[in-house]
């Protein structure tokens, strides 16, 4: 019996992780307000290292076919095509959207450095290379996370095949031997290179993803020993120890460091458990906030800056915190909205249009990261 790709409750987290994002960046926007809501998610740009780690953990997932070696040729095509149907419509309308606000909307551009929104910043976007050291921050922002985790995609069939001729017998000591070495390898270049949190963005952003993929990847491959382990399954103390280390790490940046071990045992736990916790990520709330979690981590950015750029021009006056409660709850719905219809628009129907261009005979779960 094949296995599925889909593990609901992981689709879940990604939602989740998008919505703190967003409440990171609405907070960063006013960090001279003394919110208190906001300072819950101080660290919430961690919730993209969550995005990486789960890759990783969900690639190996929906690739990994045991006994069976893929012809590499016929292989990467086929991952290529899926991954750029998965992302380049919604890469590319974002883009397109924010070229079309430039030209028109007068000064909207003044707010950021001049090489923000270059011609050869829009050319290395266009392409997804933006983030590959060639750069800082350019035009939709959050994109950058994107163009890291394209890079990991051009490498990820080499890592499967390659992880494929693991002897059956060590294969669990290989992976936690892997898994060591890639945690210990990136906290001291965090610590020797006195990276911003665990890397930044730009060439931190390449280390963060590079470990961290790559994490998840080996990660999941202990699921396979304890998916008959029915008290890892039915446990909801170890869900709920996992989700406060993991709270506890965003909420309080001095703990940054316990985000990643936590994340990635919680994903593992998550994707075997079928407890309380589990099935609260099983929700059809939950599931749909997970479905649009690309959408709204692409377009939040924008429409919190339009934001920005209005309350620049005296449209509207945030001067206590009702006003940026109303400004926080407003963002947020304009964001979810725009999610729900860009996931069916341009995700769904920009896929679907790349598969059949292409001729795609592999067309792989929406869900993927």
Known sequence: MNKPQIIPALTSIRGLAALFVLFYHVAGSFSNFEFGFFKLFHS????VDLFFVLSGFIM????????R?????TFFKSFMISRMARLY???IVTLLFLLFIIIVVPGYSDRYASESFSPISFLLNLFLIQNWGFIGPSWNLVSWSISAEWFMYLLFPFILVCSQYFPINKIKWIYLFFTLLILSTHYLLIYFLDLNGYGGISLGGMIRVSFEFSLGFCVYGFRC???RNETLRQSNTISALLLILIFTSITWSSFY???????ALFILNLSLADNVISRQFERKTMMWLGEISYSLYMWHYIVIQIGNYLLSRKFFIIEENIDLVIFFITVTAISLILAH???????????RFILNVFKSKKREALIVQ
């Open 44 to 47: 919430g740009h961690l919730s």
């Open 60 to 67: 190996h997932h929906v690739y990994f076919t045991p006994n």
């Open 69 to 73: 070696i893929p012809r590499f040729t």
């Open 89 to 91: 419509p919604l890469h």
């Open 225 to 227: 020993f304890l998916v």
């Open 257 to 263: 460091y316990l985000f990643l071990p936590s994340v």
């Open 341 to 351: 219809y860009s996931h069916m628009y341009v995700e769904k129907k920009g896929q």
